[in-house]
């Protein structure tokens, strides 16, 4: 089957065509991302622009992804969209854009959580069979799950304030670095002494798997201003301190999850990173070293596809289909966007849109 995905749920208008073939495999045709430009005036993301700027780039986009894929005359079999969770003035113009396209063809439209998408993203390009267990760090969520199989989720953990791309984002801001924060931390880190300050190990005794970050957030700010006003060098200490201390935080819990995951008999334990904050070099530098330490496999999708992409949508929207059969379009024509959707929901609540 081939399966168009768009999405649209923060800032980057996203399509993409994906074919998967009967053996399970599958070939990315094309993966089109505009990335808005419009919110650096306004150091973080505002919605009402993102959703005009989605209306302006959704059908460019989804154009472009149909060319390059060379589907123009037709041959897609389905239309995945984000439906949740996310920004929804921009989940609203995504699932329309892909109702639209669902309607006219008269094929199936297939709503899909944003999250579903990035836990399933290592899939895209790597041979990563379940139960895994999953570190999903992005922008709005830092969470551990452990992964059974398609729409198979569990949460183990999850942040009990900051999430950790937010934290990268706060920190660059509160330097003056720009936006996106993380790679602009990641940047200015590689000539930045990450000894030079003493940040603290968050929830270092504590029990579970949970994550904090605004102690690291408000231990950045404190720094800052005790050294202000900052030169270049004072800058990049800062971020490298901070990015070893989220690293270090993020590696720990990840342990403690490893430690407790019931690997079944005769197989090895696999630990996929995903969602933006996996772009990170130390971060995976950590967790490789955390993961070779236990005789683990680490599987990280590439850059482009731990951001906010339309592969990961569209294959998610694929397994969907392949395991379920298609929704009657009538049904998902029907569904709103969900601002709030989490992964490890009841599976009915998935074609239950609205809330
Ligand atoms: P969510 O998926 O939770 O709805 P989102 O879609 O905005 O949020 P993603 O697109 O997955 O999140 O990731 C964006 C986040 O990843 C931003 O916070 C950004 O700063 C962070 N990020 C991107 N690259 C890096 C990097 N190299 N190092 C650290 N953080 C990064
Ligand atoms: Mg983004
Ligand atoms: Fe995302």
Known sequence: ITILGIETSCDETAAAVLRRHGDGTTEILSNIIHTQDDHA???GVVPEIAARAHVEKADQVVTRALEEAGMTDGGIDAVAATSGPGLIGGVMVGMMTAKAYALSRAIPFIPVNHLEGHALSARLTEDCPFPYLLLLVS???????RVDGVGRYARLGTTIDDAAGEAFDKTAK??????????????????????RFDLPRPLLKRPGYDFSFSGLKTAVRLAAEELAPLSDQDIA??????????????????ERAMTDFEIPAGD???????GGVAANTEIRAALTALVDSKGWTLLVPPSKYCTDNAAMIALA???HLVAEGAPPLAET???APRARWPLDENPEGRRHGGG
């Not at 922008?139 to 799950?145: I, K």
């Open 41 to 43: 005036a306004f150091g």
């Open 317 to 319: 929207g694929a397994e």
């Open 237 to 254: 200490d800062i971020c490298a301190s901070f990015q070893r201390a989220a690293a270090k935080h993020l590696a720990a819990r990840t």
């Open 139 to 145: 922008g709005g969520h830092t969470q551990l799950l």
């Open 174 to 195: 509160l330097l003056g670095l720009g936006q996106p924060g993380g790679p602009k931390v990641q940047a200015a880190a590689e000539t930045g002494d990450a000894t």
């Open 333 to 335: 024509l029907a569904l």
């Open 268 to 274: 090895t334990g696999r630990l996929v990173i995903a």
